[in-house]
């Protein structure tokens, strides 16, 4: 079966940095374009990044910048490296092979001092 796996959360300070990764397996990873998304408390879940099967990528305007998706075809994983971190940025981040219904368990990201 499909899973896709999250890891890389935690607690950080504010300008501090984290790399999310997300582990696929039960799909034929290259073709699909992979995506994070996240999840603040009370908010809806809103795009992140995207990369497409042949690694172009896009940013919502709140991480240009900041955050870099990329992706190892050969090992199978998507990473989100975010730099620069905010309090703002706390959520649940989960990774999503576009256009499915396929997502991960989510990763905690929570930013504060």
């Known amino acids: 079966q499909v899973q896709l796996v999250e890891s890389g959360g935690g607690l950080v300070q504010p300008g501090g940095s984290l790399r999310l990764s997300c582990a696929a397996s039960?799909?034929?990873?290259?073709?699909?374009?992979m995506a994070w998304y996240r999840q603040a408390p009370g908010q809806q879940r809103e795009l992140v990044a995207r990369?497409?099967?042949?690694?172009?990528?896009n940013y919502s305007d709140s991480v240009k910048g900041r955050f870099t998706i990329s992706r190892d075809n050969t090992k199978t994983t998507v990473y989100l490296q975010m730099n620069s971190l905010q309090p703002q940025d706390t959520a649940v981040y989960f990774c999503?092979?576009?256009?499915?219904?396929?997502w991960g368990q989510g990763t905690q990201v929570t930013v504060s001092s």
């Open positions: 999503n092979a576009w256009n499915t219904n396929f």
């Open positions: 039960g799909i034929i990873f290259r073709i699909y374009s």
């Open positions: 990369i497409s099967s042949s690694g172009i990528t």
